[in-house]
């Protein structure tokens, strides 16, 4: 069922295997660390800590996300648990930030 098979390279040993994944992960943890960074942004804009969780707006990632996996030939059971985890971490961390930035220095007095 799965096309994504055909579109990595065809490995003999699991050290082929593990190579070909940490090439994978110096492309991708840029672009998430580059993804966090708008986060950060999102905390900074939004108005109320009520507005960091947005469901519409998580539902429509994954509507996305599993669409383009499916033209990708992937799993999109897969992808979308992987990316439900991922933005469960990054409101996370959008929170913090939220708060973070919102902290009053303290007086001097």
């Given at each position: 069922?799965?096309?994504?098979?055909?579109?990595?390279?065809?490995?003999?040993?699991?050290?082929?295997?593990?190579?070909?994944?940490?090439?994978?992960?110096?492309?991708?943890?840029?672009?998430?660390?580059?993804?966090?960074?708008?986060?950060?942004?999102?905390?900074?804009?939004?108005?109320?800590?009520?507005?960091?969780?947005?469901?519409?707006?998580?539902?429509?990632?994954?509507?996305?996300?599993?669409?383009?996996?499916?033209?990708?030939?992937?799993?999109?059971?897969?992808?979308?648990?992987?990316?439900?985890?991922?933005?469960?971490?990054?409101?996370?961390?959008?929170h913090r930030e939220f708060a973070r930035l919102r902290q009053t220095a303290p007086q001097q007095g």
């Amino acid at each position: 069922m799965s096309q994504a098979i055909n579109n990595v390279q065809h490995c003999t040993t699991m050290d082929d295997v593990r190579r070909h994944i940490d090439a994978l992960d110096d492309v991708l943890v840029p672009l998430l660390v580059t993804r966090g960074g708008y986060m950060t942004q999102a905390a900074r804009i939004k108005q109320e800590a009520s507005q960091v969780r947005d469901e519409d707006r998580i539902q429509a990632i994954v509507d996305r996300v599993r669409a383009r996996t499916l033209i990708e030939g992937g799993e999109p059971d897969v992808m979308e648990a992987i990316y439900r985890s991922m933005m469960e971490a990054y409101i996370a961390h959008e929170h913090r930030e939220f708060a973070r930035l919102r902290q009053t220095a303290p007086q001097q007095g």
